[in-house]
C-alpha cells in the first residue's frame, strides 16, 4: 500500500523570543503566502521557560522530513540567531534575517526590557539557562554560506534592540542584501504587515523554483 506523503514546507516562519505565532506579522505573512499556494509552516516553541537551543531545534527536527534545500525560513530577532545555528548542519534554499542579533547586547537590552514583567523575569531568573543558549557557541560562517542558496537580511532603520552595525557585521560574514525598513522599531509591534518581506519572499521562491527547472533541464539535455 503506497504512503501518504504529506507535501513538503515551501516557508518556515520561527518567531521571536517570548512571541507565538498568532502575533506581529507572522499570521499575516504566513497567510498571505498560503494564498498564492504556498505550503507554510508556523510551529509552536516552548513557553519561555524552556526556551532552549535544544528544544528549539527538537521542535523542527519532527518537521525535517518536510524541509528540502528549496525550503524558504524566516527568522525573526532570536529566532533569526536560532537559524544561524541551525543552518551550520542544514540546507536551505534561501534564509531571511529580521531584526537579528549578531552577538549580545544585554546591556542594552536590559535598558530598554526592564518594563516589561516577562522580560525582567527572562533577564534575572532565566537568561543564562534559555536565551544565553542561543549565543554559548561561535557560529561557523562558512557552513551557513556552504548550506543556504540565498540570503536577505531585514532591518529597521530605528531599532531600539539591534544596533544597524549587526546587519552589516552579518552581511560581511555570509553576504545576502540588506532592506532597510524606516521607523520599524524592531520589525514587531506595531508592524502587523510586512509588505516588503512578503514581496521579497515570494520573488525568491520563484528564482529558486525557476533555477532548479533550470537545472533538470540541463540535466536531461546532457
Do not use: C
Not at 3 to 31: C, M
Not at 54 to 59: D, H, P, R
Not at 62 to 73: A, G, L, M, P, V
Not at 97 to 123: H, I
Request: hydrophobic residues 35%; proline residues 6%; aromatic residues 14%.
Amino acid at each position: 500500500m503506497p504512503q501518504n506523503i504529506k507535501r513538503p514546507f515551501d516557508v518556515v516562519i520561527i518567531p521571536g523570543s517570548r512571541h507565538t505565532p498568532q502575533e506581529y506579522w507572522y499570521p499575516q505573512l504566513a497567510n498571505q503566502l498560503t494564498s498564492k499556494g504556498l505550503n507554510v509552516l508556523y510551529p509552536e516553541f516552548p513557553p519561555v521557560e524552556r526556551q532552549t537551543l535544544t528544544n528549539w531545534n527538537s521542535v523542527l527536527a519532527s518537521f525535517e522530513n518536510r524541509f528540502t534545500d528549496k525550503t524558504i525560513f524566516v527568522g525573526h530577532s532570536l529566532g533569526g540567531r536560532f537559524l544561524m545555528n541551525y543552518f551550520q548542519d542544514h540546507k536551505a534554499g534561501a534564509v531571511f534575517f529580521v531584526s537579528a542579533p549578531y552577538e549580545r547586547e544585554l546591556a542594552l537590552w536590559k535598558f530598554y526590557m526592564m518594563s516589561d514583567p516577562e522580560a525582567r523575569n527572562l533577564f534575572e531568573n532565566l537568561w543564562k539557562t534559555t536565551n544565553q543558549t542561543f549565543f554559548s557557541e561561535d557560529i561557523n560562517w562558512d557552513k551557513i554560506v556552504d548550506n543556504v542558496k540565498k540570503i536577505h537580511l531585514f532591518y529597521s532603520e530605528n531599532d531600539n534592540l539591534i544596533p544597524l552595525a549587526h546587519a552589516f557585521n552579518i552581511q560581511r560574514r555570509i553576504g545576502g542584501e540588506i532592506h532597510w525598513i524606516k521607523n520599524g522599531r524592531h520589525l514587531d509591534i506595531p508592524l502587523e504587515s510586512f509588505p516588503e518581506l512578503t514581496e521579497t519572499i515570494l520573488k525568491t521562491y520563484e528564482e529558486i523554483n525557476a533555477s532548479n527547472i533550470e537545472g533538470q533541464r540541463k540535466r536531461m539535455r546532457s
